[in-house]
């Protein structure tokens, strides 16, 4: 596993996530166990640079885009993308994607 996902996955086992996005994620590959975070206001500059709602309005704005999010974005901006990519899959990730979309 790649960067941010190893991290992830590495907290979970230790429950020891310490921003919210970490949290999320290892909740949502690790379902049966429970995940504390320590600091309910340790955000992430980059998951707070675009809420859900400004993204579900660019998609209506431009419907036939795809959307390709970053691993450190919230749960509900992956829920709304087609892709989600780390650091060391993103130019596979975005050059996989058909010419036409």
Known sequence: MAGSIQKAVDKAKKHSPKFKIEVETASIISPDRTVL?????????????????????????VPEAVVVSYINTTAAIKAESDYCCTSSNAVQIVESIPEDK
């Open 37 to 61: 975070i320590p600091d309910l206001d340790a955000g992430c500059s980059l998951a707070d640079s675009i809420t859900v709602d400004q993204l579900r309005e660019w998609k209506a704005d």
